[in-house]
């Protein structure tokens, strides 16, 4: 596996510096940023939603998941919904379901990031597999990708089972 062609392409045509990271198989963005060894408030987790219909990335760190209502908010849609996996599969053919990087302008999508995001120095992100990552200082990939920043990333509720309260996911 290797970064896919169009990501290098396009990051490439951008001209901006970007390292490249290779990983064990992992299938969740918490379990990516653990087997690369980045901080999960670092990993850069990629969700597409549709917004009435509209493609978009939704990009938040790896330990949040999304609160849809913040979301739908900030895009000003009526409805959003997250996108199926074959709706992923005919969207970013170039890449593995579920490792979309989140560069909107390759895909000609809008880009939403969580503020929590921006904090960050560096950020990580999928490079369209399983097994390879991308790792940029935020503030490129701002530049590329002119997103909205807004609030929409919350912390999965506590887990009263097992006494896990969601705050250790964001190491």
């Known amino acids: 596996m ?15 510096s970007y390292v490249t990271l290779t990983h064990q198989v992992a299938f969740t963005s918490q379990e990516e940023a653990a087997v690369a060894h980045v ?7 990629t969700v597409v939603c549709l ?6 990335l939704a990009v938040l760190p790896a330990p949040l998941i999304i609160n849809f209502d913040k979301l739908r908010a900030l895009t000003g849609a009526k409805s959003i919904e997250l996108a199926s996996e074959n709706e992923m599969a005919q969207l970013y053919p170039d890449c593995e379901v579920g490792a979309t990087p989140p560069l909107g302008p390759l895909y000609k999508q809008r880009v939403f990031v969580d503020e929590r995001l921006t904090r960050e120095s560096a950020i990580v992100f999928p490079a369209g597999t399983h097994t390879d990552a991308i790792r940029m200082p935020y503030a490129t990939f701002g530049a590329i990708n002119h997103p909205v920043v807004g609030n929409f990333g919350e912390l999965p509720k506590a887990d009263k089972s097992t006494g896990d309260d969601g705050r250790g996911l964001w190491m």
Do not use: T
């Open 2 to 16: 290797s970064v896919r062609q169009a990501v290098r392409d396009f990051l490439e045509h951008e001209k901006v």
């Open 39 to 45: 901080p999960g408030r670092d990993w850069a987790k």
């Open 51 to 56: 917004a009435d219909n509209e493609p978009i």
